[in-house]
Structure formats: C-alpha cells, structure tokens
C-alpha cells in the first residue's frame, strides 16, 4: 500500500514557475514508478511525466518536455514536479500516482493539487 499526497499548487503567470511536492509513504518505492498526471476541466486526465525511484529514470510527454522537470528525494521519500515556462494550457489539477515496476497501471493515486496559469 502505497499513500501519496501532493502539494505546491497555486497560480502563476504565463512564464512563471512551480514546483509540485508528492510524499509518499507506506512502503519501500525501490521497486516503483512515480508519475505525475493532470486533468483540465472537462478534459480527460493526461500523462505528465514519470520517474523510477531505483534508477532515476524519466519519461515526459511531449508538451512538457524541456519545460517540466521530474525528480525524487529518496531521503524524504518524495517525488517533485518542477515546472517552468508555465502556458495557460497548463492550468489544472494535477495528481501523482504510482506504480509497481512489472504493471501497467497505475494503483495508486493522490488527492490532486489545483495549479492555474494566467495570462
């Protein structure tokens, strides 16, 4: 059992920065995927990005790429969102899941965090 609960969200101006927090606890995420996806309204929730917490490895979608940063503290056992050059596109709630490494899906998930993004 894996519990996960984000935070960081807020509003930013078109051009601005965040950075999303999602601490997770239960378990060992040695062998877990973390990833980060979102949900604009009346849109259907979307791949962000992922990292692998043994390795470090990280995947991104295509609109994010070069912009969003993901990363994980193994300390704090914490996963983060670092988000730069904010669109207004951006604007949504966004949620951090996880995964064992041998699935497919997504068991886990937090409560979500609101980020919008002004123009």
């Known amino acids: 059992q894996v519990q996960l609960v984000e935070s960081g969200g807020g509003l930013v101006q078109a051009g601005g920065s965040l950075k999303l927090s999602c601490a997770a606890s239960?378990?060992?995420?040695?062998?877990?995927?973390l990833g980060w996806f979102r949900q604009a309204p009346g849109k259907e929730r979307e791949f962000v990005a992922s990292i692998s917490w043994s390795g470090g490895s990280t995947y991104y979608t295509d609109s994010v790429q070069g912009r969003f940063t993901v990363s994980r503290d193994n300390a704090k056992n914490t996963v983060y969102l670092q988000m730069n050059s904010l669109k207004p596109e951006d604007t949504a709630v966004y949620y951090c899941a996880a995964r064992r490494v041998a699935t497919t899906g997504y068991a886990y998930w937090g409560q979500g965090t609101q980020v919008t993004v002004s123009s």
């Open positions: 239960g378990r060992t995420l040695s062998m877990y995927i």
